[in-house]
Nanobody, 121 residues
Framework: QVQLVESGGGLVQPGGSLRLSCAASGSILGINTMGWYRQAPGKQRELVATTTSDGSTKYADSVKGRFTISRDNAKNTVYLQMNDLKPEATAVYYC???????????????WGQGTLVTVSS
């Protein structure tokens, strides 16, 4: 069984920073794409950023220049550094991997349980 476990959420003031982490576990052979999504109260889940195993990245326009996604392939871990946070960034942040290759086969559409980020003074 594959698990994605997020950590690093919390309460931060506007203009502050947070770093989220997501670690994948479960006899993993490889993960090509890993990403972060978020869901604010009353809104649909939206893409924040993704990264592939070769280092390419993609960002939502709303976070470009302030958020940075990175990963440690050896640890099957993805990070999201969030700077200059705004109140509208308040949401539950979810880690995602579309396909995870394991010794028992491939797992599709794997999601973490989410971590809450609250930006408020």
């Amino acid at each position: 069984q594959v698990q994605l476990v997020e950590s690093g959420g919390g309460l931060v003031q506007p203009g502050g920073s947070l770093r989220l982490s997501c670690a994948a576990s479960g006899s993993i052979l490889g993960i090509n794409t890993m990403g972060w999504y978020r869901q604010a109260p009353g809104k649909q889940r939206e893409l924040v950023a993704t990264t592939t195993s070769d280092g390419s990245t993609k960002y939502a326009d709303s976070v470009k220049g302030r958020f940075t996604i990175s990963r440690d392939n050896a640890k099957n871990t993805v990070y999201l550094q969030m700077n200059d946070l705004k109140p509208e960034a308040t949401a539950v942040y979810y880690c995602n991997a579309p396909i995870v290759a394991t010794i028992k086969g491939a797992y599709h559409k794997v999601w973490g349980q989410g971590t809450l980020v609250t930006v408020s003074s």
